[in-house]
């Protein structure tokens, strides 16, 4: 069985800066990707960012340049640091790993975190 337990996220004025983290506990065989994704009120949960296996990364074009995903391999944790944040950042951020299984790969989605941005 595999957790994942999110921390960071709150509440900031425009301009500021918030960090989440994403640590993934249980037996895991290997990781194929992990990321951000996304949901605010009334919309679909959209990808904010992700580091595919071999280190590239990907950004939503609405957070590139202030948004800035990393990882500790030896800790499976997953960061998003984000700077600059403005008022359509706020949404529920949830992290996601992608996992190799017996069969395949799985997903994983933690349980949520509140980010608010004050304008």
């Known amino acids: 069985q595999v957790q994942l337990v999110e921390s960071g996220g709150g509440l900031v004025q425009a301009g500021g800066s918030l960090s989440l983290s994403c640590a993934a506990s249980?037996?895991?065989?290997?990781?194929?990707?992990m990321g951000w994704y996304r949901q605010a009120p009334g919309k679909q949960r959209e990808l904010v960012a992700n580091?595919?296996?071999?280190?590239?990364?990907n950004y939503a074009d609405s957070v590139k340049g202030r948004f800035t995903i990393s990882r500790d391999n030896a800790k499976n944790t997953v960061y998003l640091q984000m700077n600059s944040l403005k008022p359509e950042d706020t949404a529920v951020y949830y992290c996601?790993?992608?996992?190799?299984?017996?069969?395949?790969?799985?997903?994983?989605w933690g349980q949520g975190t509140q980010v608010t941005v004050s304008s």
């Open positions: 996601n790993y992608n996992l190799r299984v017996a069969l395949g790969s799985r997903m994983y």
């Open positions: 249980g037996t895991i065989f290997g990781i194929n990707a």
């Open positions: 580091i595919i296996i071999g280190g590239s990364t």
